[in-house]
């Protein structure tokens, strides 16, 4: 384990990489930026540790980009790394399991945890500091605030996972304050979630740019998910049912059909001759607002949330109806 704050060095990389704190840099490390930042990455667990790492970087005037986890990383996460390096200066990547965001007898406690392959891969994407924090760092005792963002929170997984939304935005809120990012990558994977902090964002007159990056997929269709380490090969078999019918969903209305309890029915059916599961929600709704619509039209979201045994599964696709 790489316990505590400190520079994170992957294994076969040198110990003596420079420090961009420090700014020395060992005459026999090439001292260009981009070198220097395949060789180090900090590793921070306080709110003023990342304060003060960013501080000279923010009066430089370097673009902040930041890609918030909960650790357990995949191809999905990578890629929002990879956009923030692409866009930015800085890029940080926090990695915190947020309880607020799981209701009593959700995953909390089982959410899978693996700090040190988590550090490596952010390493490996030329992450500049990673942001690990306890759970005291993020809720000091006492804690008594919550961010709400309303109306949009209310649909689909709002109306499935009571408060989830609020422990989202609250802590989305609190990591903006720590990182101050110029902008923050989240994946279309979570549909409601992205549209529902770019809703926050606007509403609080936060200048930082919601960059929302595509679904990354297993190559059969499955969405990569930090939960499909929960599924059993047959429950994965099964899983594919999801993507399959949102596929088919997304090709019948680029075809024509703008019924949407007909769509939303032929997909009901797929999954469930797939194998038994409990479906939260099948629906199609404006992309924007998320309200539901009778008749396809415009930018259409395509959501579902379907439990296979213990395993509850998000996934979407976004249709222009015309
Ligand atoms: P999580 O660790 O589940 O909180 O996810 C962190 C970020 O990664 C969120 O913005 C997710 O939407 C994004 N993400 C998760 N899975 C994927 C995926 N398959 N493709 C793209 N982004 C993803």
Redesign the pocket.
């Given at each position: 384990m790489n316990a505590g704050s400190g520079v994170y060095r992957a294994r076969c990389l040198p110990v003596n990489a420079p420090d961009y704190m420090t700014g020395q840099a060992p005459l026999d490390v090439a001292p260009d930026l981009a070198e220097r930042r395949c060789l180090i990455m900090k590793k921070l667990g306080k709110v003023c540790e990342v304060r003060e790492y960013l501080s000279p970087h923010r009066q430089a005037g370097r673009r902040i980009g930041f890609?918030?986890?909960?650790?357990?990383l995949?191809?999905?996460?990578r890629?929002?790394m990879r956009a923030a390096r692409k866009g930015c200066e800085q890029v940080i990547v926090s990695i915190f399991v947020n309880p607020t965001q799981f209701g009593p007898g959700e995953d909390f406690q089982k959410y899978p945890r693996m700090l040190d392959a988590d550090l490596a891969a952010c390493q490996a994407e030329g992450v500049d500091a990673v942001f690990c924090p306890p759970v005291s760092e993020v809720y000091p005792a006492g804690s008594a605030t919550i961010v709400t963002v309303k109306r949009l929170t209310e649909a689909l997984c709002g109306a499935h996972r009571p408060g989830h939304f609020d422990g989202v935005t609250t802590v989305v809120t609190k990591l903006f304050n720590i990182v101050q990012p110029d902008a923050a990558?989240?994946?279309?994977?979570?549909a409601q979630?992205?549209t529902v902090l770019r809703r926050m964002v606007t509403d609080l007159l936060w200048p930082i740019e919601i960059v929302v990056?595509?679904?990354?997929?297993e190559p059969d269709g499955l969405?990569?998910?930090?939960r499909n380490a929960y599924l059993s090969p047959a429950e994965r078999r099964q899983a594919l049912s999801l993507s399959a019918a949102l596929f088919r969903a997304r090709d019948e209305i680029l075809a024509g059909q703008k019924d949407v309890a007909a769509l939303v029915a032929a997909m009901r059916e797929r999954i469930e001759s797939a194998g038994p599961c409990g479906i939260d929600y099948v629906e199609i709704v404006d992309a924007d607002e998320l309200t539901p619509l009778a008749t396809a039209r415009g930018r259409c979201l395509v959501a579902l949330a379907v439990r296979i045994g213990g395993t509850r599964l998000i996934d979407n696709v976004v249709v222009d109806a015309g």
């Open positions: 890609v918030p986890t909960m650790g357990a995949h191809e999905g996460h890629s929002l990558y989240f994946g279309q994977k979570d979630q992205a990056c595509p679904t990354v997929r969405a990569l998910s930090s």
